[in-house]
């Protein structure tokens, strides 16, 4: 069984820095793709970065260019989001995403149940 478990969420002000992790297990961590996607309150989903397998290539949404990084540990079975200058339209839940394959261009088939961040003075 695919499990995601996304932790790391809080209260952070506006500029401040948060470090988003996610657990996988239930397949093969090393062999797929991974997202972070996001919801504001009231918004629909927003896809934020996206890391094939390997972690030689990753992209992200013209919102977070810049300031968000995304990463890997395959031997771990653990992805990351490195969040700085956060800005307080950024609050939502964070999801981790399963890849339906090796590349993040393929989408996503599994989510976990999120991290709420709340961007907030």
């Known amino acids: 069984e695919v499990q995601l478990v996304e932790s790391g969420g809080g209260l952070v002000q506006p500029g401040g820095s948060l470090r988003l992790s996610c657990a996988a297990s239930?397949?093969?961590?090393?062999?797929?793709?991974m997202s972070w996607v996001r919801q504001a309150p009231g918004k629909g989903l927003e896809w934020v970065s996206g890391?094939?397998?390997?972690?030689?290539?990753?992209r992200y949404a013209d919102s977070v260019k810049g300031r968000f990084t995304i990463s890997r540990d395959d031997a771990k079975n653990t992805l990351y989001l490195q969040m700085n200058s956060l800005k307080p339209g950024e609050t939502a839940v964070y999801y981790c995403a399963k890849g339906k394959g090796g590349s993040y261009v393929n989408g996503e088939d599994y989510w976990g149940k999120g991290t709420l961040v709340t961007v907030s003075s």
């Open positions: 239930g397949f093969i961590f090393s062999s797929y793709a």
């Open positions: 890391i094939d397998k390997g972690g030689g290539t990753t």
